[in-house]
């Protein structure tokens, strides 16, 4: 059974961190690409952040670059999200997928999805 399951949520004030999780379990975790999404309330879903099977490369989209860092541990079968200096237009459920192979960025080259963690950052 392949599950994903995210944890670290919460609420922060502005400019404050916090560390997502996410726990993969029911397939060779290694071999996929992980990456991270967001949904706020009233929006699509976008884009957040990604990198390849070693963790090696990574890519981030224009609106967390800098302040976001994804991370893996394989032996663990873990990605994880460090959010520092978050703004209030972080706010969103954040969720973790994983992709086989593919254009990192596009929702559609993802096979997996977990539930999602809510985030909340005051002013």
């Known amino acids: 059974q392949v599950q994903l399951v995210e944890s670290g949520g919460g609420l922060v004030q502005a400019g404050g961190s916090l560390r997502l999780s996410c726990a993969a379990s029911g397939f060779t975790f290694s071999n996929y690409i992980m990456g991270w999404f967001r949904q706020a309330p009233g929006k699509e879903r976008e884009f957040v952040a990604a990198l390849n099977w070693s963790g090696r490369s990574t890519y981030y989209a224009d609106s967390v670059n800098s302040r976001f860092t994804i991370s893996r541990d394989n032996a663990k079968n873990t990605v994880y999200l460090q959010m520092n200096s978050l703004k209030p237009e972080d706010t969103a459920l954040y969720y973790c997928?994983?992709?086989?192979?593919?254009?990192?960025?596009?929702?559609?080259?993802?096979?997996?999805w977990g539930q999602g963690t809510q985030v909340t950052v005051s002013s």
């Open positions: 997928a994983a992709a086989p192979s593919g254009t990192y960025y596009r929702e559609d080259r993802y096979d997996y």
